[in-house]
């Protein structure tokens, strides 16, 4: 599994628990270091070993941590980075839902060994969406509800999510927009310039 | 997609386009389809005055309204060279324009004109290139700015990207260049002294070498070390010679390189130091101090130490091997002379070596090795 995932999960437990924390699940998950490098590659057992002993850490279930997760990627300020990327994909929450199809080749152009579950939308109306999340291990749909979550209210979207779990290796959510521009949302500016 | 070349022909060859529809067979129909697919586009008249500037190049200069003035007085041409008219202008079409606004911020911008059919004057599509980021900062534009079919906004998620991913390597980079220099650390640090190994010194040896500057080079032998290792052990040994390690970096100075090169043996590399005398003053406060008895346990230690230097000056070419040989070969000759002293190389050594022949300097050290054991029974 690529560094940037597994590095998530380590950022996460430390940006919203404690470095301490963290350090005691890498002990308690036995991967042999202290910290994950963003750049380089992990045996998959590990990520899955890291991910079981934060769940038993925090006494959350799997689903709910990597929701957590989700959320947490687009809207902490040290990941501000991937929540910038993400509002390249479209000037409103519906463009960024149709952007999403791409994400996996728009995240390999950046990082040519990370590998993304593959993404695709269907429009089921002018209002609801449903999401497919393919990937060879399950959860990333769920670390999608957390990210969608977010996204919409960086956009200012009043949604609707529900997680539907795996059917025949296939993750989906449904989406449905209730308002598009329901609050102001976080700005974004192209040139990098500090936001808001 | 239409683009503008495509839109200037169609006007051009307006009647065998006819069945088609929609050719724009005016400048306000260009203009409005320009404004949909180039929104940083200008039309000229034939006189080279702006007529018509698309929302974006207009949004560059928002308190500057540029329909009505000439092309010419806003942008500067920077290729190709000397156009200064609008005829001049004219003969450029098709070619890549350099440009740059006159007054700050001097944004260089890219540019393709084609002319307007019947000298109607022309239209010219105007892009960031390579200052796109810049542009975007400066001028605080957004993705409606830009058409649908621009790839601005993805080159700007890739120059972000590439530069989120180029950082997080960089910080492998660094941490890694951490680890390398703490393991080259460990290479050249001999563990149990805390003191430069055997090739930290070499090392060392070259560089000052290389450097061409002068330098001395001590060799120091622990005497009736083995005994106290025979006598108190392995632990004892090890005390003895941490201690040594301590008092030899006390009595040298900080650009000094006190290296432990074998079981008992020492080499000090003294930079930019030549002085007999001063060496001299070094090596009897070593000895001196080591001297003093050390405990361990309810035992004491008691050792002492011979050292034998060579001067980088007393040679054309120094050379390593060489000057390791000699200043062995005046260790040996301070041991010789009874122990507890200090010698300075000089060529008579060489004929008297060891036990009156002559030792040669490749084998000097083996000998060494063996020399202490006889001289101790001479001497319990």
């Not at chain 2, 060859?13 to 260009?30: F, I, R, T, W």
């Not at chain 2, 621009?150 to 180029?166: N, R, T």
């Amino acid at each position: 599994m690529h560094g940037l995932i597994n590095r998530t999960i380590q950022s996460f437990v430390r940006d919203t628990r404690s470095e301490a924390l963290w350090l005691e699940i890498a002990k308690a998950a036995e991967l042999g270091f202290d910290d994950f490098e963003a750049m380089l590659s992990y045996d998959p057992a590990l990520t899955k070993r890291a991910l079981g002993a934060v769940a038993c850490k925090l006494g959350l279930p799997q689903d709910a941590l990597l929701e957590d997760m989700g959320t947490y990627l687009v809207s902490h300020k040290n990941t501000e980075a991937v929540r910038r990327l993400l509002r390249f994909g479209g000037v409103d929450f519906v463009e960024f839902l149709h952007s999403l199809d791409d994400l996996p080749d728009r995240a390999r152009l950046a990082v040519d060994d990370l590998i993304l579950p593959q993404l695709e939308l269907r429009e089921r109306s002018a209002e609801r969406f449903t999401l497919q999340v393919s990937a060879r291990q399950r959860g990333f749909g769920a670390v999608m509800m957390g990210v969608l979550r977010a996204m919409a209210d960086d956009y200012g979207a009043l949604v609707l999510l529900e997680y539907v779990p795996e059917a025949e290796g296939v993750e989906s959510i449904d989406i449905q927009l209730i308002e598009a521009a329901f609050a102001e949302g976080r700005g974004f500016d192209l040139g990098g310039a500090r936001d808001e | 997609m239409p683009k503008v070349g495509d839109l200037i022909w169609g006007a051009r060859g307006m009647n065998d386009m006819k069945p088609m529809g929609a050719v724009p067979h005016d400048l306000a129909e260009l203009g409005r389809l320009m404004d949909a697919f180039c929104p940083m586009h200008v039309m000229l008249d034939a006189a080279g005055q702006m007529v018509h500037v698309g929302a974006t190049l207009q949004k560059l200069r928002p308190d500057a309204p540029m329909v009505g003035k000439t092309f010419l007085e806003v942008f500067e041409l920077r290729r190709p060279q000397g156009v200064s008219s609008m005829s001049e202008l004219m003969r450029s079409a098709g070619v890549k324009l350099h440009l740059r606004f006159y007054d700050t911020p001097e944004t260089a911008l890219k540019g393709v004109l084609a002319p307007l059919e019947g000298g109607r004057g022309a239209v010219l599509n105007i892009g960031f290139g390579i200052s796109l980021i810049e542009g975007v900062r400066d001028y605080a534009l957004v993705s409606s700015d830009f058409a649908a079919t621009d790839l601005a906004i993805e080159m700007l998620y890739l120059v972000e990207a590439k530069s989120a991913a180029m950082e997080a390597s960089r910080k492998l980079n660094l941490r890694l260049q951490g680890a390398m220099i703490a393991a080259e650390e460990q290479a050249y640090t001999d563990t149990l002294t805390g003191l430069k190994n055997r090739r930290a010194m070499d090392h060392v040896l070259t560089r000052l070498i290389e450097r061409k500057r002068g330098f001395a080079l001590m060799q120091i032998d622990l005497d009736f070390f083995k005994a106290v290792n025979d006598t108190l052990g392995h632990a004892a040994g090890d005390h003895v010679l941490q201690n040594v390690a301590r008092f030899m970096v006390e009595e040298t100075r900080d650009e000094d390189t006190v290296a432990r090169v074998g079981g008992d043996e020492f080499v000090i590399l003294f930079d930019g130091l030549t002085d007999r005398e001063a060496l001299s003053r070094v090596a009897a406060r070593i000895i001196e101090r080591l001297e003093v008895p050390m405990p361990f346990g309810e035992h004491f230690c008691r050792i002492s130490a011979s050292c034998g230097t060579v001067l980088s000056q007393s040679y054309g070419q120094p050379d390593a091997g060489v000057m390791l040989a000699d200043a062995d070969m005046a260790l040996y000759a301070s041991k010789k002379a009874g122990r507890a002293q200090h010698s300075f190389f000089s060529e008579a050594m060489r004929d008297v070596g060891g036990d009156g022949g002559p030792i040669p300097a490749a084998i000097a050290p083996k000998h060494k090795g063996a020399r202490p054991r006889e001289e101790r029974r001479g001497e319990e």
